[in-house]
């Protein structure tokens, strides 16, 4: 497939690197020119692009931006081929994005997404860590393998989202449409606890609305407390206690 990555930060980064490596045509990009893309994100094919080209000609465009810089790439986002499926990494945090009006109690962040890029969108990758991203991938069949679920309206964008989860090594897992994706967002059991597919569904059934916000914020609290007291960002096992010790 032809792949447009937009973002090459943490996450689009580790996109990159692992899609080109799957035999995907990927083009990459960030805010800037191409030639300020990160080494990383092109080791194993990818190629530096503009923003505007990662989405003009892609089959399936990638968006792994901050959701506050979300408006910053909507229009070319809503300029991709009309068949082009378009999967959404974000996650909403108002301390980094700002307040946003009707976001962060318990809404659904990726129907707000949908609206700023005026079209149909898949929801993936958003409730891995970085860390677990880069080091936790394993081949299917893997006791233990981490498992991600997948929101999307359309099912023909979801299975092309499922799959391409699948290639960078993890368990996709259909999380119906895109209204119910509030149970995939910060503050909800689903979200950065690297669960297996069989303990998945029980935790995306048990996520609370309204809860959610106020954990996840509280997440950051804790989380922000700690590199304080340390004076160093706390270690990937630190988050991965924290975020399940919230349920
Ligand atoms: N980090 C995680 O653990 C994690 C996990 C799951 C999901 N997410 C979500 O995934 C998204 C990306 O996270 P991240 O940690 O990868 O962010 P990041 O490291 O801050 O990277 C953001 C990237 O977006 C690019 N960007 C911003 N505005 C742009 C524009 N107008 N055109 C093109 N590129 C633009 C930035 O380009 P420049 O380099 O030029 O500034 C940068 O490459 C966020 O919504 C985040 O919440 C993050």
């Given at each position: 497939m032809q792949i447009g990555i937009i973002g090459a930060g943490s996450i689009?980064?580790?996109?990159?690197?692992?899609?080109?490596?799957?035999?995907?045509?990927?083009?990459?990009?960030?805010?800037?020119?191409?030639?300020?893309?990160?080494?990383?994100?092109?080791?194993?094919?990818?190629?530096?692009?503009?923003?505007?080209?990662?989405?003009?000609?892609?089959?399936?465009?990638?968006?792994?931006?901050?959701?506050?810089?979300?408006?910053?790439?909507?229009?070319?986002?809503?300029?991709?081929p009309a068949d082009a499926v378009i999967i959404d990494?974000?996650?909403?945090?108002?301390?980094r994005d700002g307040v946003i009006e009707g976001?962060?109690?318990?809404?659904?962040?990726?129907l707000w997404v949908q609206r700023q890029y005026r079209r149909p969108l898949v929801k993936a990758w958003n409730t891995i860590t970085t860390a677990s991203f880069a080091d936790r991938s394993t081949e299917p069949g893997t006791p233990g393998r981490i498992a991600l679920p997948v929101a999307a309206d359309d099912?023909?964008?979801?299975?092309?989202?499922?799959?391409?989860v699948e290639?960078?090594?993890?368990?996709?897992?259909?999380?119906?449409?895109?209204?119910?994706?509030?149970?995939?967002q910060p503050g909800t059991p689903a979200y950065t606890t690297d669960l297996t597919?069989?303990?998945?569904?029980?935790?995306?059934?048990?996520a609370d609305a309204h809860a959610a916000a106020r954990r996840r914020d509280l997440m950051i609290q804790i989380y922000d407390e700690r590199t304080q007291t340390e004076g160093s960002l706390p270690g990937p096992?630190?988050?991965?206690?924290?975020?399940r010790a919230l349920f």
């Open positions: 689009g980064t580790i996109l990159a690197r692992r899609l080109a490596r799957a035999g995907h045509d990927v083009s990459v990009a960030n805010s800037r020119a191409p030639e300020t893309v990160n080494a990383a994100a092109l080791s194993t094919g990818a190629t530096a692009v503009w923003a505007a080209d990662a989405a003009a000609a892609a089959g399936v465009v990638i968006v792994s931006v901050n959701l506050g810089q979300i408006p910053s790439v909507a229009d070319l986002v809503a300029a991709a990494t974000s996650n909403y945090f108002p301390h976001l962060g109690q318990g809404q659904t962040e990726s099912d023909r964008q979801r299975a092309v989202g499922m799959e391409l290639q960078t090594g993890f368990t996709a897992f259909d999380a119906g449409v895109i209204a119910d994706s509030w149970r995939q597919v069989e303990e998945l569904p029980a935790a995306l059934a048990k096992d630190f988050q991965l206690a924290l975020t």
